[in-house]
Structure formats: structure tokens, C-alpha cells
């Protein structure tokens, strides 16, 4: 009769040569479970769903719940609301994987508002990827007064694969100062919403919030900045020269 008996030792030494094995197969369950998970998984339709995307500095975990929570308690009917943060090189060190990541997600057809840079507005516009905003800025539109002329015509531009008509296609985030207030970086960074948007009513009414905060009082080390700029601007002649 075959001995089948295993002891300590030889439980020990079958480990030892085959413990990959195990890692591999649990591994292969983890991901059977989350593929079945995700394939199950309960989908909002289109106008049910809000996503706002912060392409520029790095912005923390707790500030976009901080806003995914507010964009929440403006928009109950919402059944997912999304805020997150695609990273440009913040490093200064030539990462480039958020400037791809960017292009992928505009590609797919995925978010709703977008606050990205002149440059990025400049590239995707011109392919069609924004919806102009001109009602919202005119007499009478929902943002009428909020924005400067001069502002207004910082995000005014003829897109390449548009109508051949100049239209305003975003507007500066520079006095979003709640935003600025969680500290994000807006300074050079565009507020608009895409052309493709599945749920395009809540886009606009999302745009409109947010530009909202452009009425909300600046912090206080803004103030304490300008002072200062102001201050070495009157007295720059009486700085000593370097070199």
C-alpha cells in the first residue's frame, strides 16, 4: 500500500518549490471576482452621471471628495457624481503619462467640465471637443457680468474643426476662489465642458456652479501676496542688483 501520510517537513518542502502557484491561482480568483463584480455591477445611465475633471497641479484626495460631496448636495438627483485630478508634470521632470492620460480620456468620450490649461483648451478645441459657451456669457445668460470683457475674450477663439465662427469656448479659472481656497492651483487653467457630454444640461448647470465661486471672497494670503507685489513693485529700484 502506497504511504500518503505527509509530515511536517515534506508540507514545508512542497511550499517551497510550489508557493507560486498559489499566488497565481488566487491572483487569477482576485481577478475572475472583480471582472464578475464590474461586469454586475449596476451602471447610472448618461444624464444620471457628472464627472469634473482638474487637469494641472496635483490636487489631494481629500479635496476632491471635499468637492464630489459639495458637487453632491447641488445636484441630489445625481445617482454618480465624480471629481478627480490628472496631473500635468508637476514634477518638472518630463512625466508625460497625465498629458497621455488626458488625450485617452478626451479621446474616449469620458467627462462632462473640464479645467485644463490654454494649451490643452487650444489642442482639443480645435478638434471639436468643447461646447461654446455664448449664451451663458451675453445679456441675460446665466454668467452675465460674471466675467470681464477682457476675460470673456481669453477664452474666445475660431475652432479648426468647428463652424468657422469665433465663439467663447471656455472661461478663466483664475477667480474660482473657492477652489483656490482648498488649494488648488487655478491660475492659467480654463473652465469648460465638452461638445460629447452624455448628460449636457448638468454639464452646463456644473459650469455655472463652479463659476459661481468666482463671487466668493478671495483668501486671505492672496490679499497679503498683492500687497507685497505691489510693495516690491514700489520699491523695486531700491533693490540691490545680483551679480
Known amino acids: ?20 502557484a498559489y499566488v497565481l491561482v488566487a491572483a487569477l480568483m482576485l481577478f475572475g471576482w472583480q471582472m464578475a463584480y464590474h461586469a454586475t455591477e449596476y451602471e447610472p445611465p448618461a444624464d444620471k452621471k457628472l464627472q469634473i475633471t482638474i487637469a494641472g497641479d496635483y490636487v489631494s484626495t481629500t479635496v476632491l471628495e471635499y468637492y ?16 478627480d485630478n490628472i496631473p500635468l508634470d508637476f514634477t518638472g521632470e ?16 469620458e467627462g462632462d467640465v473640464y479645467l485644463l ?22 445679456a ?19 475652432a479648426e474643426d468647428g463652424d468657422g465662427q469665433e465663439h467663447v469656448y471656455a472661461l478663466p479659472a483664475d ?8 488649494g488648488v492651483d487655478t491660475s492659467g487653467l480654463y473652465l469648460t465642458i465638452t461638445s460629447y457630454s452624455g448628460n449636457p444640461e448638468y454639464a452646463r448647470k456644473a459650469l455655472i456652479w463652479l463659476c459661481g465661486q468666482t463671487q466668493e471672497e478671495p483668501p486671505a494670503w492672496m490679499n497679503d501676496l498683492e500687497e507685497l507685489e505691489d510693495e516690491l513693485g514700489e520699491n523695486a529700484d531700491k ?3 545680483i551679480g
Open 140 to 158: 441675460e445668460g446665466a454668467l452675465e457680468g460674471m466675467f470681464t470683457e477682457e476675460e470673456i475674450e481669453r477664452g474666445t477663439f475660431v
Open 94 to 109: 518630463g512625466d508625460y503619462s497625465g498629458y497621455t492620460k488626458l488625450q485617452v480620456v478626451i479621446a474616449c468620450g
Open 1 to 20: 500500500m502506497i504511504n500518503t501520510r505527509w509530515n511536517w517537513e515534506d508540507i514545508k518542502q512542497h511550499f517551497a518549490y510550489t508557493w507560486w
Open 239 to 241: 533693490l540691490p542688483e
Open 68 to 83: 464630489q460631496q459639495r458637487a453632491a448636495e447641488e445636484f441630489p438627483e445625481m445617482e454618480r457624481i465624480t471629481v
Open 117 to 138: 490649461d490654454r494649451e490643452m483648451l487650444g489642442i482639443y478645441g480645435n478638434m471639436g471637443a468643447f461646447e461654446p459657451l455664448d449664451d451663458l456669457v451675453m
Open 175 to 182: 477667480r474660482l476662489y473657492g477652489l483656490v481656497s482648498q
